[in-house]
């Protein structure tokens, strides 16, 4: 035991303790006691804030429709006492022929690691007619809360791919750390100590790469327009995201 802790057990049993001894043992139980303070504080307010974000984010946990045929979803990230929102889309597609109400959907974004479950649950409300399928993934950005499900999702949809930024590939198919990227704006040397090595492995014939301009089967709903600096090739989804 440490001999501080012995000092301050001895109080009460008759053994004297010196001045700068005393000194000492109350200065540590005063630092134990506002360190649980500041503790119990801390874990108040992030329920607190927690609490009142549900109360005003209709969306949460479940999709609810924007606009015709966009929808979104938003799970909470908890970082302290911090509760961050954080939203995946879901845009309906064309219909699927020799069926009666299935449609393609894409998805932007895969959400949070450990709220796939929640993800996936929601998403299955909606993809509720028989032959409804998600064809396509749109990844702005591979940092590990919007990426989230994109596994599950590869295995769930076989036909589905992965749409991204070019300079997000290795990260999205080789498991690269952003640590290991040498950034030019101070956001991504901030953001880039937060992440580590990625566990999405997108098979690369499953990936479909595109820079802003480009034309892709969807481009009358959903256009790509690059805005680098919070990781390489971050992208933003225009259109009905807009």
Known sequence: MDKRFERLASIGKGQP????????????????????????????????????????????????????????????LQVGPLA???ATFLIRGNPISDTKDAHEWIMVDAGLPNRTSVVLSAMDKLLCQPGDTLKYL????????????TMLLLEKYPSMKVISHIEEKPFLCEGKS???????????????????????????ERLLLLREGEEWEYSS??????????????????????
């Open 138 to 149: 749109c990844i702005t950005h591979a940092h590990l809360d919007h990426t989230g499900a």
């Open 84 to 86: 961050l929102p954080v």
């Open 178 to 204: 952003f640590r290991s990227c040498v950034g030019d704006t101070w956001t991504f040397n901030i953001m880039k100590n937060l992440s580590a090595a990625s566990k999405v492995q997108v098979p690369e």
């Open 17 to 76: 303790l010196s001045s700068r001894s005393l000194f000492s043992s109350f200065f540590l139980l005063s630092f134990l006691l506002h360190f649980l303070s500041f503790h119990l504080h801390i874990s108040t307010t992030s329920t607190k804030t927690s609490q009142k974000m549900t109360a005003v984010l209709s969306d949460l946990e479940q999709f609810i429709e924007l606009r015709p045929g966009l929808f979104r979803c938003t799970v909470i």
């Open 221 to 242: 709903l959903v256009k790509v327009i690059e805005t680098h600096g919070h990781t390489p090739g971050k992208e933003g989804r225009n259109g009905l995201l807009g």
